[in-house]
């Protein structure tokens, strides 16, 4: 969580992927233990904080993810009518965007947290949009929209966040009712995280950064799937 790493190469687990970037295995409290000659460093933020402009560098490579939406709430009606969930959208994505810095200088990084899941068992039980990430006042990436709860037989799916370039990241996914299938709507996915699944049963979050949950099944009146957070990946070159 916002730690600074050397150059040597690895790979950083995200639950069912992997993030592919350069680590060093020497991580702690924040610090550079290991500095092997010149060649891009970099500093990843999984929860709010401070960047600190190294000596000498102008420019650095930003990725950012806003926090996913969550997923819309299942319901049934009294006469037994399925409503599943619509799922959230996937938080707006900045991937690898230069941005100008001054060294020395301590940029405020945000990390915006996923939406919660709406409400199961409930009319309308509307998934909650996750929130912006941003770096310093350079760069801003929205949250994804919250999916709507199962009040119509084909529930919306969530908006993306902004910037929504399509394959960075996605809308939620519209609920299905039909005469053959009920199914709530996935979660949007994002280049770093997954949307959770849409289900007749139950509900999943999101996984990764900034993908949406899931929506809510009807079968079960679930509440919708969590989203996830967003991050910030600053790259730079020494």
Not at 15 to 30: E, F, M, Y
Not at 225 to 231: D, K, L, S, T
Request: glycine fraction near 30%; aromatic fraction near 6%; proline fraction near 4%.
């Amino acid at each position: 969580d916002g730690k600074h790493a050397g150059n040597a190469s690895g790979n950083v687990p995200v639950n069912n992927g992997t993030l592919n970037i350069n680590l060093n295995a020497d991580l702690l409290d924040g610090k550079h233990l290991s500095e092997i000659g010149g060649g891009m460093k970099y500093q990843i933020f999984t929860s709010s904080g401070t960047f600190t402009v190294p000596t000498g560098v102008t420019s650095v490579l930003v990725t950012l993810i806003g926090g996913g939406g969550g997923g819309g709430g299942g319901y049934r009606t009294d006469g037994g009518n399925y409503r599943p969930g619509g799922g959230g959208g996937g938080g707006g994505v900045y991937y690898r965007q230069p941005v100008t810095v001054t060294p020395g200088a301590n940029i405020m990084v945000t990390i915006g947290t996923g939406g919660a899941g709406g409400p199961g068992n409930v009319e309308s039980g509307n998934g909650y949009a996750g929130n912006s990430s941003s770096f310093g006042t350079s760069l801003t990436a929205t949250g994804g929209g919250g999916g709507i709860g199962g009040n119509v037989a084909d529930s919306p799916g969530g908006s993306a966040g902004s910037p929504a370039t399509s394959h960075l990241t996605q809308a939620g996914g519209q609920a299905k009712n039909s005469n053959s299938f009920v199914i709530s709507g996935h979660g949007g996915s994002t280049v770093l995280g997954t949307g959770g699944y849409g289900s007749y049963y139950g509900s999943s979050n999101g996984i990764g950064f900034g993908a949406g949950g899931g929506g809510g099944g009807a079968v079960d009146k679930s509440n919708g799937g969590n989203g996830a957070p967003g991050v910030c990946i600053v790259e730079w070159e020494e």
